[in-house]
């Protein structure tokens, strides 16, 4: 029998509180009326509700679905969900993962970063809440609400420290969870999103599937880094050989057999010589492995676009 107080914390103040992995288990949780609190769910849940919270600093580990918060304000949190929506909110400051458009209605204030988290559970909560590390649209927020010539939302400083935003808990059954906020550890590939680029040459890089994708999108991902390209954007979807012409266009043919086998993950690095860095480490790394990248800086801008515009249609953005 499940008891909802298991699954609700409700009127707390000053209090440091939260669930370690294997306790929240794919269930539904609220949050309501806490003030100065310090909130963590280390596992994963089918919706979290957050009312009426002032100055918390929340963790929500993956959600399945809808993450939603209302009237909150000076909050700062780190989230990872399928859909994340705000009402009536003022000042929340949000590093996030959402595999679907952000969206915040009559809300102001609100600034996000992207998700940088790792703790030795959370790559198999995001399984369990059937959520892909690489399909992260934290900076594409849709304003329901917008006003003339203000803005509601920006997006947290490129060097912003998730320590300095939602410290490490301080209570001795939450110390147990093993937690970096490394960036380079972090479970979720962090990525620029709707920041300026540095460059005009971007780069795309497609791994199909297999048993070693994620460990060769993330080795790949660490090894342009490591040379001063930045990651742009990440993304897992599934194509058929119609989506393969659109974007692999006179290469199509070699890669469709591929598609059967499940999603593709694409990456966009860029930087000067983005394509050149990236082709030398694609075929001294990782010679045996088919990889779509791009040929060369004159066509990977459209590379860029045609895998992006399709992704979008598929994930109905």
Request: proline share 4%; charged share 20%.
């Given at each position: 029998?499940?008891?909802?107080?298991?699954?609700?914390?409700?009127?707390?103040?000053?209090?440091?509180?939260?669930?370690?992995?294997?306790?929240?288990?794919?269930?539904?949780?609220?949050?309501?009326?806490?003030e100065?609190c310090?909130i963590?769910?280390?596992?994963?849940?089918?919706?979290?509700t957050?009312?009426?919270?002032?100055?918390?600093?929340?963790?929500?580990?993956?959600?399945?679905?809808?993450?939603?918060f209302?009237?909150?304000?000076?909050?700062?949190?780190?989230?990872?969900?399928?859909?994340?929506?705000?009402?009536?909110?003022?000042?929340?400051e949000?590093?996030l993962c959402?595999?679907?458009?952000?969206v915040?209605?009559?809300?102001?204030g609100?600034?996000?970063?992207?998700?940088?988290?790792?703790?030795?559970?959370?790559?198999?909560?995001?399984?369990?809440?059937?959520?892909s590390?690489?399909?992260?649209?934290?900076?594409?927020?849709?304003?329901?609400?917008?006003?003339?010539?203000?803005?509601?939302?920006?997006?947290?400083?490129?060097?912003?420290?998730?320590?300095d935003?939602?410290p490490?808990?301080?209570?001795?059954?939450?110390?147990?969870?093993?937690?970096?906020?490394?960036?380079?550890?972090s479970i979720?590939?962090?990525?620029?999103?709707?920041r300026?680029?540095?460059?005009?040459?971007?780069?795309?890089?497609?791994?199909?599937?297999?048993?070693?994708?994620t460990?060769?999108?993330?080795?790949?991902?660490d090894?342009?880094t490591?040379?001063?390209?930045?990651l742009?954007?990440?993304?897992?979807?599934?194509?058929?050989?119609?989506?393969?012409h659109?974007?692999?266009?006179?290469?199509?043919s070699?890669?469709i057999?591929l598609?059967?086998?499940?999603?593709?993950v694409?990456?966009e690095?860029?930087?000067?010589?983005?394509?050149?860095?990236?082709?030398s480490?694609?075929?001294?790394?990782?010679?045996?492995?088919?990889?779509f990248?791009?040929?060369?800086?004159?066509?990977?801008s459209?590379?860029?676009?045609?895998?992006?515009?399709?992704?979008?249609?598929?994930?109905?953005m």
């Amino acid at each position: 029998q499940i008891d909802p107080k298991d699954y609700t914390f409700s009127g707390l103040k000053d209090e440091t509180v939260g669930r370690l992995p294997g306790k929240v288990a794919g269930q539904q949780f609220i949050i309501q009326d806490c003030e100065n609190c310090s909130i963590y769910i280390f596992d994963h849940s089918a919706t979290i509700t957050i009312d009426g919270c002032v100055n918390c600093q929340i963790f929500l580990g993956p959600i399945k679905g809808s993450v939603f918060f209302r009237d909150c304000k000076d909050c700062k949190c780190i989230v990872a969900c399928q859909q994340f929506r705000t009402r009536d909110c003022r000042k929340l400051e949000v590093f996030l993962c959402c595999a679907t458009q952000p969206v915040i209605e009559s809300s102001t204030g609100m600034k996000f970063g992207c998700f940088q988290y790792y703790y030795p559970e959370l790559a198999f909560q995001f399984k369990d809440a059937g959520l892909s590390i690489f399909n992260n649209t934290w900076s594409s927020i849709h304003d329901f609400t917008p006003v003339s010539g203000e803005n509601n939302w920006g997006l947290l400083p490129e060097n912003a420290v998730v320590q300095d935003y939602v410290p490490l808990p301080s209570s001795e059954e939450l110390k147990a969870v093993r937690i970096s906020t490394d960036a380079t550890r972090s479970i979720i590939p962090v990525t620029r999103g709707q920041r300026q680029k540095n460059s005009d040459e971007s780069c795309l890089a497609v791994f199909f599937a297999g048993d070693y994708t994620t460990a060769n999108a993330r080795k790949l991902i660490d090894e342009m880094t490591g040379k001063g390209f930045q990651l742009v954007q990440t993304k897992e979807v599934s194509m058929k050989a119609e989506d393969a012409h659109r974007v692999f266009q006179q290469r199509a043919s070699e890669f469709i057999p591929l598609l059967e086998k499940g999603p593709v993950v694409a990456l966009e690095f860029n930087g000067d010589g983005a394509v050149e860095g990236c082709r030398s480490i694609i075929n001294d790394v990782f010679s045996g492995t088919k990889v779509f990248v791009s040929e060369s800086k004159a066509s990977a801008s459209q590379d860029v676009d045609n895998f992006y515009n399709f992704a979008d249609m598929q994930m109905g953005m």
